[in-house]
């Protein structure tokens, strides 16, 4: 298995899939991977779909704009998001815990400044998406890593056409928002790293300062 450094290295998009299975194992392996992901204040809003079926990779992919490597991956993961997280209850459910770890204590929790920021957060759902959003991403980003590390080509999709109609298809609760879709599988290519951007430009002052370089 890859390192964590070698999969991110060696990590690309993959978009063309050979035609074998993944085993069960792998694909829990992946799942495992995105349960451990860190979130805010333990929220774990991430929820997952996994699909293998014929059938239903060929539905998912007349609804992410027929992008054939859907319908083609061994597997596909589609992440979804639990608003219900970031309610007032998902945080009072997670007060009991946080302060049992010792991260916060009971007056920094029932603190007014903090108290007005969870408000924030849990007076809609438009302010949930956010956060539910980032933490989901991350595990979904675990799922990509640990394929790459298992020697799996995957590929993230955002262009779903029809977010509705994965949700009808597959059963999905309301309050359950489909984010995008992991396709996993054996890949049929190598190809080249896509261009990045250079480390002055995603740096928004420099480093090592230069007053730090004598
Ligand atoms: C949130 C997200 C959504 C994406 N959606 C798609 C998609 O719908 N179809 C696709 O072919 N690639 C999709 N990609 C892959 C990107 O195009 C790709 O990551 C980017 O071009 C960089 O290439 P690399 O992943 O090979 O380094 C998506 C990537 C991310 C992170």
Known sequence: ?????????????IRSFKQIPVPDKMILDMLEAARLAPSGSNSQPWRFVVVTDAQEKKDLRRL?????FVEDAGVDFVICTDLSAYSKEGY????????DAGIVSASEIDDATYQRY??????????????ATAN??????HIVLMATALGLGSCWVGGISDHKAVRDMLGIPRG?????IIAVGYSDIEPKARP????EEILLRPFPSPVDVT
């Open 1 to 13: 298995m890859l390192t964590v450094a070698e999969a991110v290295r060696q990590r690309r998009s």
């Open 176 to 180: 359950i928002l489909v984010l995008g």
């Open 136 to 141: 989901t991403y991350i595990a979904a980003e």
């Open 196 to 199: 990045r951007l250079p480390l």
């Open 64 to 68: 992410c704009f027929n992008q054939a």
């Open 92 to 99: 009072q459910k997670r007060r009991q815990e946080s302060m």
């Open 118 to 131: 969870i408000d924030s957060i849990t007076s809609a759902p438009t302010s949930q998406i956010t956060p």
